[in-house]
């Protein structure tokens, strides 16, 4: 997908964006901001990220660290291996420490992505903050299904991220090799489950994603996934975590609007991670009838949703609630009605692209595609619901149902209006709870064996790098025509 882009939230001023003809890459124009950005960052320290502590990763950039003068780790370090990717900050390198600590055996070889920008380019281009942003960002992630940044440092006017390197390209990728190029109901749960555990966190964390699309999930080693790319996030401070009441007693009585946050009260600051484990509710779960006909998107996005998870008295959540932007910001196909009319926007358009996100896995095809940008944005804010395909009269009775229950969750992320979108009121709950998940063991999604897990000898061919290319300056992709929006 073509990127192009326009800074706003953070350090711009420019008007407006040129993007590709039928372009998928993210962009970002300006039409006015809020929320702050936190400054200023630690380097990142194996103690701060507990997930990755002890990856081999770690203990070779400790053991580089240890040994270097004043301790710092730098591009003198690495050898550059290949090019992974450019993208509109910059170049993406496999590589690999000069001087690892053990001699690697050719299976046993540690490497690492790093994202080279090109500070003085991006300055001219007005694109600095957006890079430092994302540093910053990734500098505080510890998510299994997140980045971990293993070193930051600047060498001459660029500056790198030592990041986690992904073996198993991105999910549109990976999507092009499936059967009719559209993945199965299972797998677009699995991807799906562990996107909404990786945007949870982040919503926690204080920082709306902005930019999900399957070339942005990457695909780890052991097949799970890792979202990538945060330049285009927004970042507040003011995360305020909440107790959702539910009331005592009755709870299949119980008033299902309170339960969706109209009944909140603020306690004092928790750790954010128990939200992931509270997320129980009160609710009789539907599961719709085998043979039903197709989800009516409508009713759905002004009915309750279906439910898997009996109660639990309380609910914490911890969501972006007071973050809002009203930059232009994201990939066509994927914006949510709300970033176009301008009116301002905040994590549920999180929860919109996951709906985009789900369409594009199980149909091949994002759901308001027109033939033109405009099409397309036009199709987004019209009125009209999300409308499904077909199920095929082939398809067998748990088929049918599976489907229904996509459809059904798609549909309510797919809501025109951000308030009663899935999701936009206490968060990731409501979209975990949906019937869709039904059976997923939150908790242990990562141990879960995943639908497709990398070659490892598809791995190791790493065509090393002539000394001109890695000495190439960073030149952007060009897209052939440009349209003006
Ligand atoms: N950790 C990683 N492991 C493997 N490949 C990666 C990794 N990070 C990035 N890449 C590759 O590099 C490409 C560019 O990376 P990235 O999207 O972060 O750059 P960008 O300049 O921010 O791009 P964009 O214009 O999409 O914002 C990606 O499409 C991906 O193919």
């Given at each position: 997908?073509?990127?192009?882009?326009?800074?706003?939230?953070?350090?711009?001023?420019?008007?407006?964006?040129?993007?590709?003809?039928?372009?998928?890459?993210?962009?970002?124009?300006?039409?006015?901001?809020?929320?702050?950005?936190?400054?200023?960052?630690?380097?990142?320290?194996?103690?701060?990220?507990?997930?990755?502590?002890?990856?081999?990763?770690?203990?070779?950039?400790?053991?580089?660290?240890?040994?270097?003068?004043?301790?710092s780790v730098g591009l003198d370090h690495f050898?550059l291996?290949?090019?992974?990717?450019?993208?509109?900050?910059g170049?993406?390198y496999?590589c690999?420490?000069?001087?690892?600590?053990?001699?690697?055996?050719?299976?046993?070889?540690?490497?690492?992505?790093m994202k080279v920008v090109d500070k003085d380019?991006?300055?001219?281009?007005?694109?600095?903050?957006?890079?430092?942003?994302?540093?910053?960002?990734?500098?505080?992630?510890?998510?299994?299904?997140?980045?971990?940044?293993?070193a930051d440092f600047e060498a001459s006017h660029y500056a790198c991220l030592v990041?986690?390197?992904?073996?198993?390209?991105?999910?549109?990728?990976?999507?092009?090799?499936?059967?009719?190029?559209?993945?199965?109901?299972?797998?677009?749960?699995?991807?799906?489950?562990?996107?909404?555990?990786?945007?949870?966190?982040?919503?926690?964390?204080?920082?709306?994603?902005?930019?999900?699309?399957?070339?942005?999930?990457?695909?780890?080693?052991?097949?799970?996934?890792?979202?990538?790319?945060?330049?285009?996030?927004?970042?507040?401070?003011?995360?305020?975590?909440?107790?959702?009441?539910?009331?005592?007693?009755?709870?299949?009585?119980?008033?299902?609007?309170?339960?969706?946050?109209?009944?909140?009260?603020?306690?004092?600051?928790?750790?954010?991670?128990?939200?992931?484990?509270?997320?129980?509710?009160?609710?009789?779960?539907?599961?719709?009838?085998?043979?039903?006909?197709?989800?009516?998107?409508?009713?759905?996005?002004?009915?309750?949703?279906?439910?898997?998870?009996?109660?639990?008295?309380?609910?914490?959540?911890?969501?972006?609630?007071?973050?809002?932007?009203?930059?232009?910001?994201?990939?066509?196909?994927?914006?949510?009605?709300?970033?176009?009319?301008?009116?301002?926007?905040?994590?549920?358009?999180?929860?919109?692209?996951?709906?985009?996100?789900?369409?594009?896995?199980?149909?091949?095809?994002?759901?308001?595609?027109?033939?033109?940008?405009?099409?397309?944005?036009?199709?987004?804010?019209?009125?009209?619901?999300?409308?499904?395909?077909?199920?095929?009269?082939?398809?067998?009775?748990?088929?049918?149902?599976?489907?229904?229950?996509?459809?059904?969750?798609?549909?309510?992320?797919?809501?025109?209006?951000?308030?009663?979108?899935?999701?936009?009121?206490?968060?990731?709950?409501?979209?975990?709870?949906?019937?869709?998940?039904?059976?997923?063991?939150?908790?242990?999604?990562?141990?879960?064996?995943?639908?497709?897990?990398?070659?490892?000898?598809?791995?190791?061919?790493?065509?090393?790098?002539?000394?001109?290319?890695r000495q190439?300056?960073?030149?952007?992709?060009?897209?052939?025509?440009?349209?003006?929006?």
């Amino acid at each position: 997908m073509a990127t192009v882009r326009d800074e706003s939230d953070y350090d711009s001023s420019r008007p407006s964006s040129l993007t590709a003809l039928g372009s998928r890459r993210s962009w970002i124009s300006d039409i006015g901001s809020s929320s702050s950005v936190s400054g200023g960052g630690e380097t990142p320290c194996r103690h701060s990220k507990p997930h990755k502590a002890n990856h081999a990763e770690w203990e070779a950039i400790a053991h580089v660290r240890a040994a270097a003068t004043g301790g710092s780790v730098g591009l003198d370090h690495f050898r550059l291996v290949r090019r992974l990717g450019s993208g509109d900050l910059g170049n993406v390198y496999l590589c690999e420490l000069r001087e690892p600590p053990h001699r690697p055996s050719s299976s046993g070889r540690l490497y690492y992505a790093m994202k080279v920008v090109d500070k003085d380019a991006l300055a001219f281009r007005k694109k600095l903050r957006r890079a430092e942003v994302e540093r910053e960002i990734l500098r505080s992630l510890d998510h299994p299904f997140l980045p971990t940044l293993y070193a930051d440092f600047e060498a001459s006017h660029y500056a790198c991220l030592v990041m986690e390197f992904c073996p198993g390209g991105d999910l549109h990728v990976a999507r092009q090799r499936q059967p009719g190029r559209r993945f199965s109901v299972a797998s677009a749960r699995f991807y799906a489950a562990e996107t909404v555990l990786a945007l949870e966190y982040l919503h926690m964390m204080g920082v709306v994603y902005r930019d999900l699309k399957p070339e942005n999930v990457l695909v780890r080693a052991d097949g799970h996934i890792m979202l990538s790319d945060f330049d285009l996030s927004l970042k507040c401070d003011d995360v305020i975590p909440k107790l959702l009441r539910q009331p005592r007693g009755d709870g299949a009585g119980a008033n299902p609007s309170s339960t969706y946050g109209h009944s909140s009260s603020c306690v004092p600051p928790i750790q954010p991670v128990l939200s992931c484990l509270l997320n129980g509710v009160t609710r009789k779960r539907q599961v719709p009838m085998p043979g039903a006909a197709a989800v009516d998107a409508d009713a759905a996005e002004h009915s309750e949703p279906e439910q898997t998870s009996e109660s639990d008295p309380a609910e914490v959540v911890v969501e972006p609630v007071a973050a809002r932007s009203r930059s232009f910001v994201g990939t066509h196909e994927y914006l949510a009605p709300e970033v176009i009319s301008g009116q301002g926007h905040g994590s549920a358009v999180d929860w919109w692209t996951l709906g985009v996100f789900m369409y594009e896995m199980v149909y091949g095809q994002t759901p308001f595609k027109g033939a033109t940008n405009e099409e397309t944005l036009a199709n987004i804010v019209s009125k009209r619901p999300v409308a499904f395909p077909r199920i095929p009269a082939s398809a067998s009775c748990g088929e049918r149902e599976e489907l229904l229950r996509a459809q059904d969750l798609m549909a309510r992320l797919l809501a025109k209006c951000p308030g009663k979108r899935l999701g936009s009121c206490t968060g990731s709950g409501e979209v975990k709870r949906h019937g869709f998940f039904q059976g997923v063991n939150w908790a242990l999604v990562r141990s879960v064996r995943p639908p497709e897990v990398p070659v490892p000898a598809a791995r190791s061919k790493a065509k090393t790098m002539s000394r001109k290319e890695r000495q190439e300056p960073y030149k952007q992709q060009h897209e052939d025509h440009f349209d003006y929006f």
